[in-house]
C-alpha cells in the first residue's frame, strides 16, 4: 500500500499550486538586487503614502459619528495597509531591509517618503473627508496608469490597488457633497477642511530628477500628464457640492525628501511603539 503524504508535503504542495496560480509579477516582488535605487525610492514613496494614511483613518476606529463611518473608514485603512504591504515588500526585497515591518515600523521620519498630504491630522470628520478626496482622486488615477508600468511588480500591485481605490474615491466624493451641500455648518466645515488641505496638492504632482528618469523608463507615471483631469474632477465634486474651489497657496513640498511636518513624528510614535519596545516580539 503507498504511503500517505504527510502534513508538510501536503502544505509544499499546496504552496506550490498558490504559486503556480499567481500571476507573473503581481505581487510576488523580484528578488533582491532586481530594483534599482531610484525604483525602490518609488516604491518607498506608494507604500508610505498608504502606510500612512491606513493609519490616520485607523484613528476614527471607535471615534466616529455612527458604526456604519466607522467600519468604512477602517476597511479603507486596511485597504490602504494591504497596499502598503504590497509595494514595501517589493522594496524590502531590492533593499537591506529584512521585510515590509521593518520598513514600516523601524525607520525615522526623515526616512519616510510620503506625500505631506496623508500626514496631516484627521481634525474634524469634514476634514478627513476632504483629505481623502484630493489624495484618492489622485492614487485613483495614479494607479490606473501604473497597472500598465513597465515593472511588473508595480503594474500588478496597481491593478488589483485601483480597484479598491476606485472605492475610495467614491465614498469620499459622496461624503463631500453631502456635507457641502448639506447644512450651513456642515458647508463651513468641510469648506475649512478643504482649505486646510489644498496647500499640499502641487506636491502631488511634483516630478524630480530620478522620477522623471523611472517616467522614460516606463516604470513610473508623470503625474503632470493628468493634473489637469485631476483638477477637473475635483472642480466637478465641488460644483456639485456647493462649494468653491479654494484659491491656489504657497505650495509645501518636502515629504518625498523626507522633510515632514510636526504631525508626522506624533504619528509614528504612536504606530512603531509596540514593534521597537519589543523587536524579538512574534505575533
Not at 500571476?23 to 523580484?30: E, I, M
Request: hydrophobic letters at 40%; glycine letters at 8%; aromatic letters at 8%.
Amino acid at each position: 500500500m503507498p504511503s500517505l503524504p504527510t502534513i508538510s508535503e501536503k502544505d509544499e504542495a499546496k504552496a506550490e499550486a498558490k504559486d503556480k496560480r499567481l500571476p507573473k509579477g503581481s505581487f510576488d516582488a523580484p528578488s533582491e538586487g532586481a530594483h534599482d535605487a531610484a525604483t525602490v525610492d518609488y516604491l518607498l514613496e506608494l507604500g508610505d503614502d498608504a502606510l500612512i494614511l491606513g493609519q490616520r483613518l485607523g484613528e476614527w476606529c471607535g471615534h466616529a459619528a455612527s458604526v456604519e463611518v466607522d467600519l468604512s473608514l477602517a476597511n479603507l485603512g486596511l485597504d490602504l495597509i494591504g497596499q502598503a504591504t504590497n509595494f514595501l515588500t517589493a522594496a524590502a526585497r531590492s533593499s537591506a531591509a529584512k521585510d515590509a515591518d521593518e520598513l514600516a515600523f523601524h525607520r525615522d521620519v526623515l526616512d519616510f517618503k510620503n506625500c505631506l498630504l496623508v500626514e496631516q491630522p484627521n481634525g474634524d470628520f469634514a476634514q478627513t473627508m476632504a483629505r481623502q478626496l484630493l489624495f484618492s482622486t489622485w492614487q485613483h488615477m495614479l494607479l490606473g496608469r501604473l497597472a500598465e508600468s513597465r515593472d511588473e511588480t508595480i503594474a500588478g500591485i496597481a491593478a488589483k490597488s485601483v480597484k479598491e481605490v476606485a472605492y475610495h474615491r467614491e465614498l469620499a466624493s459622496d461624503w463631500v457633497i453631502r456635507l457641502g451641500d448639506g447644512t450651513e455648518e456642515s458647508a463651513r466645515r468641510m469648506a475649512e477642511g478643504l482649505d486646510w488641505n489644498w496647500r499640499f496638492i502641487p506636491e502631488l504632482f511634483e516630478v524630480t530628477e530620478d522620477k522623471q528618469d523611472l517616467i522614460e523608463r516606463g516604470i513610473a507615471v508623470d503625474p503632470l500628464g493628468f493634473e489637469s483631469e485631476y483638477r477637473d474632477a475635483i472642480a466637478s465634486v465641488l460644483g456639485e457640492a456647493q462649494l468653491d474651489v479654494p484659491d491656489d497657496q504657497r505650495p509645501i513640498l518636502g515629504g518625498r525628501r523626507g522633510h515632514h511636518s510636526e504631525h508626522l513624528g506624533h504619528l509614528l510614535a504612536v504606530m512603531q511603539f509596540l514593534p521597537r519596545t519589543y523587536p524579538d516580539a512574534e505575533w
